[in-house]
């Protein structure tokens, strides 16, 4: 299965933009690029996915490199809510979901 | 509309204790997971079904953990003589389809304590 590798912590201030790395050197073509997030004592919670061009839902950005082999996750505007762990993910047409330790984001006010 | 449901939120088992743990699904949704997730670690997956179909249990860590969904919707995670190493979140999860484009829409956990 193909891997992620993300840092283990990264901080923030309330109100200025986050960019959370991902590297997948492994990459397949298959592979969907997945985001989640979870708050303590919660279940994970999608964030945002894709496969090869850049997106944008409400809650997020995901940047994805002309080559697939990292993307980043782009908070706009941190808020103390989205302090969380987040992982990225590699889905392919297989059913796992390889979730990794992910990044523990923590929001200053 | 109602999101995946898991019971008990919380369980505590002596050793040696059988157990059961609970998962309702978001109504229509195919697939059903269920994932293991030790403190401080990720979700690890345990096993997979497609409908009642179970296609993939590779992530059952012993012949102690034993899953079903013998209807299609609800799912039951089973654990034989429950140890301590079992203590750990149970989370369950549903998604609409197969594919890697769908999002999987996970349960708050059940808590197992193995004392």
């Known amino acids: 299965d193909a891997k992620t590798t993300q840092p283990n912590s990264m901080e923030s201030n309330e109100e200025e933009p986050v960019h959370l790395p991902c590297n997948h050197s492994?990459?397949?073509?298959?592979?969907?690029i997945h985001w989640y997030r979870q708050l303590p004592s919660q279940g994970p919670e999608y964030v945002i996915h894709?496969?090869?061009s850049n997106v944008n839902n409400r809650m997020a950005s995901l940047a994805i490199a002309e080559d697939r082999k990292s993307s980043t996750l782009i908070l706009h505007r941190a808020t103390l809510r989205d302090a969380a762990v987040y992982y990225c993910?590699?889905?392919?047409?297989?059913?796992?979901?390889?979730f990794g330790t992910g990044t523990s984001l923590t929001v200053i006010p | 509309g109602a999101g995946v449901s898991q019971s008990p939120r919380y369980k505590v088992a002596k050793r040696g204790q059988d157990v059961a743990l609970r998962c309702d699904p978001i109504?229509?949704?195919?697939?059903l997971f269920w994932y293991q997730q030790a403190l401080g670690q990720g979700p690890e997956f345990l096993t997979y079904?497609?409908?009642?179909?179970?296609?993939?249990k590779s992530g059952l860590p012993s012949d102690r953990f034993f899953a079903e969904r013998p209807e299609g919707s609800v799912s039951t995670l089973k654990i034989q003589r429950t140890q301590q190493e079992d203590s750990a979140v149970y989370l369950c999860?549903?998604?609409?389809?197969?594919?890697?484009?769908?999002?999987?829409?996970f349960g708050p956990g059940t808590r197992l304590t193995v004392l």
């Open positions: 999860a549903s998604s609409p389809g197969q594919g890697g484009r769908n999002e999987q829409f």
């Open positions: 492994t990459i397949s073509g298959t592979d969907y």
């Open positions: 894709g496969l090869t």
């Open positions: 993910i590699l889905r392919a047409t297989g059913n796992q979901f390889y």
């Open positions: 109504s229509g949704h195919v697939s």
């Open positions: 079904f497609q409908n009642e179909a179970q296609l993939d």
